[in-house]
């Protein structure tokens, strides 16, 4: 397998077994929206809408806490993340904490299929 680390929202990963289940590992991120940001944003909610500032924000917090997350998980000597979710928290009313976990494993590719097919 690659140094690229599989990540998947489910409990399982079709055409995988998993041979070593290491456990909890995560990816977070703290980031300030900044007094610019509150403002424009402040000033779309009076109208509604969405608040495209925000939008941005958190989209790239995603991304760096999916990254934080194989970081760990490839430390942990994991090759996939299974069960994968986020949680996000507000701290202090200008910043956002955003996660990201799952449980890091082993997995190598399975040579029987999940659903093999049957002939004759």
Do not use: C
């Not at 289940?21 to 809408?49: D, E, H, Q």
């Not at 495209?52 to 996939?80: F, I, M, P, V």
């Not at 910043?95 to 097919?117: C, F, H, Q, R, S």
Request: without cysteine; aromatic residues 6%; negative net charge.
């Amino acid at each position: 397998m690659t140094d690229a680390i599989i990540i998947v929202s489910t409990p399982y990963l079709p055409g995988y077994k998993i041979t070593k289940t290491i456990g909890f590992t995560w990816g977070l991120i703290v980031r300030s929206r900044g007094l610019g940001g509150n403002i424009a944003a402040g000033l779309r909610s009076i109208v509604g809408g969405e608040i495209h500032e925000y939008t941005k924000l958190l989209n790239e917090s995603r991304e760096q806490a999916l990254d934080r997350l194989k970081e760990h998980a490839k430390a942990l000597g994991a090759n996939a993340v299974l069960s994968v979710e986020f949680d996000s928290s507000e701290i202090g009313q200008v910043m956002t904490e955003l996660l990201a976990y799952g449980t890091a494993v082993v997995v190598e590719k399975d040579e029987i299929p999940a659903n093999p097919v049957r002939l004759g």
